[in-house]
């Protein structure tokens, strides 16, 4: 017996966790993609976490995620960039 996975229901809040090397052109890129995406998102749930020796940065933002084609298109738009490494 097999088990689904479980269900997303949207809207729901979702936290996007985006890594990538650490300048000011990672954290533009990482905001204007979810400001395109996710317009009116709440910018003071940002979290920004500089590596040891600050080469890299984690960068989380939430958002209240309306579907999964918005979460999709996300997760494209990122990956665009060759700064960032991992989109979780």
């Known amino acids: 017996m097999t088990q689904e996975p479980p269900k997303i ?3 729901c809040d979702y ?7 650490a300048d000011n052109y990672f954290l533009e890129h990482v905001l204007s993609v ?3 995406y996710a317009p009116g998102f709440d910018r003071t749930r940002i979290s920004i976490r500089d590596s040891s ?3 890299w940065q ?3 933002v939430n958002i209240t995620a309306t579907g999964k084609a918005q979460l ?3 997760f494209k738009a990122l990956k665009q960039s060759p700064k960032v490494k991992m989109v979780l």
């Open 72 to 74: 999709t298109d996300i």
């Open 53 to 55: 020796k600050g080469r």
């Open 34 to 36: 979810i400001d395109k």
């Open 9 to 11: 229901e949207f809207p």
């Open 58 to 60: 984690s960068i989380t």
């Open 15 to 21: 936290p996007i966790k985006i890594l990538g090397e």
